[in-house]
């Protein structure tokens, strides 16, 4: 399994950007899909980006535009890019992966990742 560990996370105004990253430790996997998630309080943990190992994305629609996944494979960085952030995206952002060839379209579901970081708060107000 991979060790994943979030950092980046803080308080911002609406309209503000932070940029998350997640570093992974331990066994590399040859090829995976890497992604994010959130979990507001009360509410299931849901998909917001993700990347396989060629560097293909995928959005969830309330993000497209105003986030953006990228990696660093030399460093083992995984980031979120996010701008024009709005209220509705305070919430704690994790980190997950899992052994793939390719995100699948299930890549939004919470089972379809194996490994997971312990998370970052992102508070927008």
């Known amino acids: 399994h991979v060790q994943l560990v979030e950092s980046g996370g803080g308080s911002v105004q609406a309209g503000g950007s932070l940029r998350l990253s997640c570093a992974a430790s331990?066994?590399?996997?040859?090829?995976?899909?890497m992604g994010w998630f959130r979990q507001a309080p009360g509410k299931e943990r849901e998909g917001v980006a993700a990347i396989d190992s060629d560097g293909r994305t995928s959005y969830t629609e309330s993000v497209k535009g105003r986030f953006t996944i990228s990696q660093d494979n030399s460093k083992n960085l995984l980031y979120l890019q996010m701008n024009s952030l709005k209220p509705d995206g305070s919430a704690m952002y994790y980190c997950?992966?899992?052994?793939?060839?390719?995100?699948?379209?299930?890549?939004?579901?919470?089972?379809?990742?194996?490994?997971w970081g312990p998370g970052t708060q992102v508070t927008v107000s």
């Open positions: 997950a992966a899992e052994e793939k060839d390719f995100c699948p379209r299930t890549w939004t579901v919470e089972m379809t990742f194996g490994d």
């Open positions: 331990g066994y590399t996997y040859s090829s995976y899909c």
